[in-house]
């Protein structure tokens, strides 16, 4: 078999599959207007608003139960650090009502599934 053909065919299937491949772990768009990190194959959306944040989980554009999770919110500001706990708010979200986030903070998410599995997921606050 000719080497320049065999190159060819293999950068034609490399094409043909990149589409695929960058959209098996679903889509990186926010559902929520919040911001969006990955975890291996855990998307979090952390939503920051006047009454907490929330945190949605989903993997490959379906929703994960929040309800599987313990969580912990942390925020990093100007050397000062302040924790809450996430807690299930029904269907994929976690939920610290009151927490109030700072312009330009680091928000660290930390969960832990019911195996002892650990997810983690820094966001830059706005």
Known sequence: MNSAFFRTGIAAIALIAAPVMLHAHGSMKPQHGGLVQMSGETMMELVAGPKGVDVYLSEEDEPLA?????AKLTQSVAGAKTEA???PAGGNRLTAPGFKTAKGAKLVVALVD??????FATFQAK
């Not at 929040?66 to 313990?70: I, K, L, Q």
Request: proline share 0%; hydrophobic share 45%; aromatic share 8%.
């Open 114 to 119: 019911k195996s002892g599995a650990k997810i």
């Open 66 to 70: 929040a309800a599987g999770y313990t």
């Open 85 to 87: 706990a996430l807690k």
